[in-house]
């Protein structure tokens, strides 16, 4: 191993290795760095950095020498600690396109409940004409799980757009425009004045199944659902009940526990939801590259992170 010149470990069945290695390239220098592109590698332990969406099938365990794993997403929940050497820094991917992409994806998937587009999809394949009255934004009140880098960014962007915004974290937060609320009795608050929910949370111990009954019964008669944040979120037989007793009137799943979402699942087909395919952000080489490169320069000095991920906290 030799500490001037980083040995990076990259995997992924996403992107095209080219892509990130030429990203590197442009803030490190062409030549300043080895590129070794997984799943396999000849010499494990001299490994200094790990550069993934997902572990590799064989797990980081034989990666003995690792000083870092940069997450090429911003979620982190699917690196299982026990699969990677212990104490192994890990840093998220926070990335102002994946931001943008998070932010079109929300605005989408609340303007098509609120302008009611997911009835007329439904009335144009019956041929019927049937007349609402549009409602202002303001008369659609959006709650937002999570506040962090793209839940922030989402509620400030519909509290721009006139929307009666609230939003919910661990610990308090002020955003401008956005009625904030935090802890378990902040989310009571939020489920009871909301009629369009939005999940942004990282999945850990505590959120693990907060997309359930116990919240849904909060929420105002034929709210809507929309779960951009993990398919461990949502508890499923909850959300396909309360869709069948009208609490909610349907739901955008983007993320699910297996995916891709098994052939014979319930929510296809099912008239009250809307499946995409896990495209609510992706992270971008040429924006997240900056970060990443200072994590791999930080990394190589022994250095705190950007962005590393809180061990106890699971995010
Ligand atoms: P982040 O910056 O770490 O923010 C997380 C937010 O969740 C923070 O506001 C945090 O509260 C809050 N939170 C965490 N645990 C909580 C709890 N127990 N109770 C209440 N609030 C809690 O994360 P991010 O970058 O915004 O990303 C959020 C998630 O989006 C990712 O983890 C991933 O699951 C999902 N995601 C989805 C896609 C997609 O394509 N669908 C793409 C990227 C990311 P504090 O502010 O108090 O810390």
């Known amino acids: 191993m030799n500490a001037a010149r980083p040995r990076i ?23 300043a760095f080895d590129f070794i592109v997984g799943p396999g590698c000849a010499a494990p332990h001299e490994i200094d950095i790990g550069l993934m969406y997902n572990l590799p099938p064989e797990g980081l365990r034989a990666f003995s020498n690792l000083r870092a794993v940069l997450s090429l997403s911003a979620g982190v929940n699917q690196f299982d600690r026990t699969r990677m050497p212990p104490g192994v820094p890990l840093a998220r991917s926070v990335d102002s396109s994946l931001a943008q992409h998070i932010v079109g994806y929300a605005k989408a998937a609340v303007l098509r409940y609120h302008r009611r587009f997911h009835r007329y999809e439904r009335d144009s394949r019956a041929a019927l004409w049937r007349f609402e009255h549009p409602r202002l934004n303001a008369q659609s009140a959006v709650g937002v799980l999570g506040l962090g880098e793209l839940g922030s960014a989402v509620a400030a962007a519909l509290a721009a757009e006139g929307f009666t915004v609230h939003g919910w974290s661990r610990s308090p937060r002020e955003l401008a425009g956005v009625r904030t609320h935090a802890g378990a009795a902040g989310l009571a608050q ?31 008669p034929g709210s809507f659902v929309i779960n951009m944040g993990r398919g461990g979120h949502l508890v499923e037989d909850d959300l396909l009940a309360a869709l069948a007793s009208g609490r909610l009137e349907a739901a955008t799943i983007d993320v699910a526990t297996v995916e891709p979402l098994p052939a014979g699942h319930p929510f296809w087909r099912h008239p009250g939801i809307l499946v995409t395919p896990h495209v609510g952000g992706i992270t971008t080489a040429a924006t997240a590259a900056p970060q990443l490169a200072e994590n791999v320069r930080r990394a190589m000095r022994g250095e705190p992170l950007l962005n590393q991920v809180d061990e106890g906290r699971g995010y």
């Open 190 to 220: 939020l489920a009871g004045a909301t009629d369009i929910l939005v999940n942004l949370l990282p999945l850990t111990d505590e959120t693990h199944g907060i997309l359930s009954d116990a919240l849904f019964s909060q929420m105002r």
């Open 9 to 31: 470990y990259y995997f992924s069945r996403i992107d095209p290795p080219a892509m990130w290695r030429d990203a590197l390239a442009g803030q490190l220098g062409d030549d």
